[in-house]
């Protein structure tokens, strides 16, 4: 996902600095382009070598390093970096990075910098939590830097408390936020509902359906990346939810139907990919019920629609997606639905076409909208999602 983009990683002298290889090497595997700066403390916890086999990159250290180009090599630099991360941040450097200090060649390079930049600081707890710390890394987020919080534990030193670099899967998740797909949805808040519903018979037994929830989390995912407020209203899953996206869990379908209603009128991009059971049982017992030698006859009642709702409750402005997944008849079957819905456009898939299933990790989606009906290749959910985010921004901006 970072194909093509260049990624600044500057490391300074603290004991975290060991944990900035593995973020090196997990950036290459995303196919970044990583240029390593460090202080010259930062080479007494770990070598420069280390970063030049990780990254394929020359390590930079010193300014006047008379082995680099003719060029300008810290505003060269500057200007081919799509974006910025010092991690681990010694309390020294986010001082000298807050006040425009440039005494060697990360600092240097930062300040000519003017794409996003990312601060993870590492310290003792005391010095985290000293005020002109803190002075200094308002000042920070006040220049446009987003400051990412220090894990709690157990630190080198002995403390225990906030001051800990976070893991490098963490560092990687803003990284991905901040650079890796255009922000085209910033400042849009984003409702996305997903997984199945559990309808309860008694203690022990639920109704439900085969839903996994891949392909709203992928939703939720993907619009966070593009820069939106995401809120996901999941049903019971067994999936990690994404990162930086406001999380509902539910169980029953008067769960969701609540929290989406609730949540409905702030939202500018709705999805409704969960499988909502539309029957729920009439009757709850409050004590298992027990095996009988005859047959057992559960009588069942509607569920809140809550697609329909939704579309007689829009707002202005407001686009609104439903997931349509049938057996036969899929077109006409999701175009009506189309109508008697009153929303803006169906994702259909059919349920029989092999990858396009429950659990699957790709999905063959047709989008129908009122003047449009468009068949997407095989893709896998992440894929399908952009296409669909696309889609909607396109029927967002024709109401603008």
Request: net charge neutral; glycine share 6%.
């Amino acid at each position: 996902m970072l194909k093509g983009k260049t990624i600044l990683l500057g490391i300074s002298g603290g004991i975290a600095a060991y944990k900035a290889a593995c973020l090196a090497s997990a950036l290459v595997k995303l196919h970044a382009n990583v240029e390593v700066v460090m202080t010259s403390h930062a080479t007494e916890f770990i070598a420069p070598l280390t970063f030049e086999q990780l990254t394929g990159n020359r390590c930079m250290v010193n300014t006047f390093d008379r082995n680099f180009s003719h060029q300008v090599e810290h505003i060269a630099l500057a200007d081919r970096t799509d974006l910025v991360i010092i991690a681990p941040a010694t309390a020294n450097i986010c001082a000298k990075l807050a006040h425009g200090l440039a005494d060697d060649m990360l600092t240097t390079t930062v300040l000519a910098c003017t794409c996003p930049k990312l601060i993870a600081p590492a310290m003792n707890t005391n010095m985290f939590e000293n005020q002109v710390t803190q002075d200094n890394l308002e000042t920070l987020r006040r220049y446009g830097w987003e400051v990412i919080s220090p894990a709690s534990g157990r630190l080198a030193c002995g403390a225990v408390g906030p001051g800990k670099l976070p893991e490098p899967d963490l560092l990687v998740q803003h990284i991905l936020r901040a650079a890796a797909l255009p922000h085209d949805l910033s400042g849009r808040r984003v409702l996305v509902t997903a997984g199945p519903t559990q309808e309860a018979l008694d203690p022990v037994r639920f109704l439900t359906n085969h839903s996994t929830g891949k392909m709203g989390y992928a939703l939720a995912k993907m619009a966070m990346l593009r820069g939106a407020q995401v809120t996901l209203v999941s049903g019971p899953t067994a999936l990690e939810p994404p990162p930086f996206v406001e999380v509902v869990n539910v169980v029953s379908a008067q769960d969701m139907f609540e929290a989406v209603s609730a949540r409905a009128e702030q939202s500018d991009l709705i999805f409704k990919a969960a499988a909502v059971a539309d029957y729920t049982p009439a009757d709850y017992s409050g004590d298992k019920l027990k095996k009988k030698d005859s047959d057992l006859t559960i009588p069942l009642v509607r569920t809140q629609d809550i697609l329909k709702y939704l579309g007689e409750h829009r707002r202005p402005g407001q686009v609104i997606c439903g997931f349509s997944m049938e057996t036969r008849n899929m077109v006409e079957n999701s175009r009506a639905k189309l109508e008697k819905k009153r929303v803006d456009m169906i994702c259909a898939n059919n349920l029989k076409v092999a990858g396009a299933g429950f659990g699957t990790d790709t999905n063959l989606i047709t989008l129908i909208t009122r003047d449009q009906t468009l068949e997407l290749p095989m893709l896998s959910k992440e894929e399908a999602s952009s296409q669909i985010l696309d889609h909607a921004l396109g029927l967002l901006s024709q109401q603008a």
